[in-house]
């Protein structure tokens, strides 16, 4: 049934959104246009997706335990870190900030009803269940999965190198999810444009907002050209042509342009919303506004921009590309993420702390991050790159840059909103233990693949020789992979004492600071029975802390002194609390 | 001959000679003499990573030396200001801290600095990577090296190939009778070069992507199909350097090893003058086979 | 309306400066078409936006100083529930499975997506069931 959704008014109870008469289980999954439930749906398929690929690297660290190791055939192994690859970016890191987070969390961080599309919304969801249903049938077909890496590079994913089905069905999973993901960007750009409630002004909006849409823009500026690759690739494969191949008069450099023009954004793409995440996050657990609001909503954007004029970094070593102007490019990203750390340093400066979950995780974020980041300064000076591009020095960088993006925060937005998804809170010692054991197992699996690479280990090498000395790091590197798999049976149990006791959490656990904590937990249908004035970009704070608002006279000294317009939202919170 | 030894690649060479050089290096450049000369007088750590057994590779190494130093002050101070924020500012009381938000000068001031920062190492990069991608008009010697699955292609002058399929032959292809040492550093078909000399490397393949990779040389370079690369490299001591296909190129991608053998000057021409006739009697014997190995 | 339009600008401003710097430093031609289509990717919204930002009033949510009751009213049309997207998610993977596995899942594929395509017509028409 299609509801005429009305703009809810603060403390005005007679408004009623019990409309909700839908249909129920299976049915309801099935036909479910409500933004929470398939962010939901996203979430979880794309956490299925994580175990999988996590599997896969348990499986990939257990055959490097030990030389010329034949635990693993050589294309087994090719084919596992190729689907571990391309489950983790294509299905994981996207779909669960894009398509999870985003699609739960940012309407109602806005004061929508719904996302502007609803009927695209859920299509989108079908479509990437769809592609990464139609990747992992590789897996069943004759010759097993595709396996030239998650970058496909032709012309080894040409018919001739790459024979049978399965690199078929992965260019078509890949085509599938990614106008999943071009529709959910459209949706999201849109939603951001145009349903926000009054006075929720661009610069206004939370900073996980403001990452989710320039995401959106970021995707719809890559993910068209992923697709434009892939379709040329599969008439590559089956219609005769010769586009990227040499026979025929093609260029295998083309490839690599277009799809590194989609592969950089999107580091991007799996890195923006995380960064969101972490910035919406640190601010509540240190009880003060971010610091540098503006500079953060300005250094995203400069991220995003340098991002899509630097995807030839990763093709340094081709010997054709422009190195000067690709590698300032990429050094200047350096300039805008020193901003967010500094301001996310900022913003704990002088606070309260509170080490919860979430807390911590953002601060492992932190630290791998900082580590990932510095060393892709190095790798963005092209001499440094021919020294340690294709080795273990390049897979331990992206590491610690997405599994601190990705993982360390997107656990963080996993425990930061689980009492807003479920209205009741997971068991902070088992998120402690997790994040422990986490962090234990990350640097100890990525701190000696940085040395490996510097000794010249090749990365997607099935075995490497002994008497090389490389095998006690790798053992080192494979005991860290495991206690990182180890750890996430603490999140699996977690959720199965708070879904078997519950703990009710109440609407606002955390004191946060934005409007989606504002509705109740879980929110209804259409989200919000009432919305607070929205004065700044944490409402919610201001609703509950009128004396308490934000200083944006900087000066030292100043006594609380507030802005006009948020000295005004203070009355108007006492008038609701009148009412 | 019997100076030829497998050194391993992370002894460093004597340091006077790198020193000599960057010093002569450094008159001639304005722009950028800072770092050589500070640099120039003492051995930098490698921090793990190779001093660089060619001209090419010993620049790479300095300017990897220097940017390592630089991201270990930029993560401790980074670092440290994240755990001075965590021990020092951790919850105390139920008072509500000072909201503040904006601080323009300290913002202006983390803009600035990085901006210097990542200039400075611009700079930097720069001046090294020409150096490194730097040809020579006049090589000591010319090899087209062919990259295939799974083995390498090298093409000397006087028509001498010496083709090597990894996956076929694994055995290390030893010099002058298997004297190559260690084994684990002889794996795969090697490439034989003048030390002390510049060799200019023609580098393409004859099916998908590979990798020229040799880790002591601090250089890899793509071998493409279509695109035809080249570089110089002087090795600038005699020695057996182990060598490895970094991209990905198939199912036995991670046999496809190779390594360059150095020789002095006056052994590698004899070698090579052997090599010819072995190639001239070869093409008279049999035309269709012109294929040799470098091994006895 | 004005801030979204100035956004969407400035992806086209960078991207045509990064453009033509790229296009006459290093004279490659498949970057450059990139770079030019990323300018039109925010210069055709954009400016659109910016010249209806000059025709109409700000809106409720562009106003730093707007109550809620500024919005009130009917914010738009959203089906709490379509199967047709499922059908239509169905149909588009059936006809994408056939270029593997035979070309006669098309019609099942077909069938499935002309008839999301009326039914999601019929449903706006009606207002809106199942």
Redesign the interface.
Known sequence: MTVLADRPVAHEHEHEHEHHEGPTGLLKWLTSTDHKLIGMNYMVTSLVMFFLAGLMALALRAQLATPNSSLLSFQAYNALFTMHGSLMLYLFAGPFAFGGLANYILPLQIGAPDMAFPRLNALSYWLYLSGSITMLLGFLVAGGAAAYGWVAYAPLSLVQFAPGSAPDLWILGIALTGFSAIFTAVNLVTTTFYLRAPGMTMFRLPIFTWNMLVTAILILIAFPILTAAMVLLFADRHFGTHIYSTAGGGSPILYQNLFWFFGHPEVYILALPYFGIVTDVIPVFSKKPLFGYKGMVFATMAIAALSTGVWAHHMFTTGVVLLPFFSLLSLLIAVPTGIKFFNWIGTMWRGQLTFTTPMLFCIGFLFAFLMGGLTGVMLASPPIDFATHDTYFVVAHFHQVLFGTAVYAGFAGLYYWYPKFYGRMYREWMGKTHFWLLTIGFWVTFIPQYVLGLWGMPRRVASYPANLGWQTLNVVSTVGAFIIGISFVFLLANFWVSWRKPIPAGDNPWDAHTLEWFATSPPVHHNFEKLPPIRSERPVWDYHHPDDLTITHGGAGANGKGHDHLAGAATVADAGDKA | MASVVAVSPRDGESSSTVASRWRRRAFGLVAVTALPVILGGCQLPTFYGYRGSTKQGHDESLLWSGTMIASIVVLALVGGLITWSIIRYRKKSDEIPRQFQYHIPIEITYIIVPVVMVLILFGFTVYTENQVDAVTPTPAVKVHVTAFQWGWKYQYPGKVTVTGVTTEDPDPIGLNGGQCAPAVDCLGPGLVVPAGQTTRITLDSQDVIHGFYVPAFNFSRYAQPGVTNVFDLTVEHAGIYRAQCTQLCGLYHSLMFFHVVALPPNQFRAWLSSQQHLAQAASTVSSSNSTTKAAA | MR??AL??L??AA??GV?GL??WF??Y?Q??FV??VG?TL??FLPGSYYLWWSRRMKPR???????????????????????????V???G??LM??S???GLWLIAPGAALVVSSVIG?TVESRR????
């Open positions: 801030v979204e956004f969407l400035g992806v960078f991207f990064v710097i790229y430093w290093a490659e498949g970057g990139m770079l990323t990717l925010g409720p949510e562009d106003r730093t100083d707007a109550e809620m009751a500024d919005g009130a009213g009917v914010i738009g049309s959203f089906p709490s529930s379509s199967i047709w997207p499922f239509l998610g169905m588009l993977f994408v499975l270029m593997v596995f999601v207002g809106g069931t199942i």
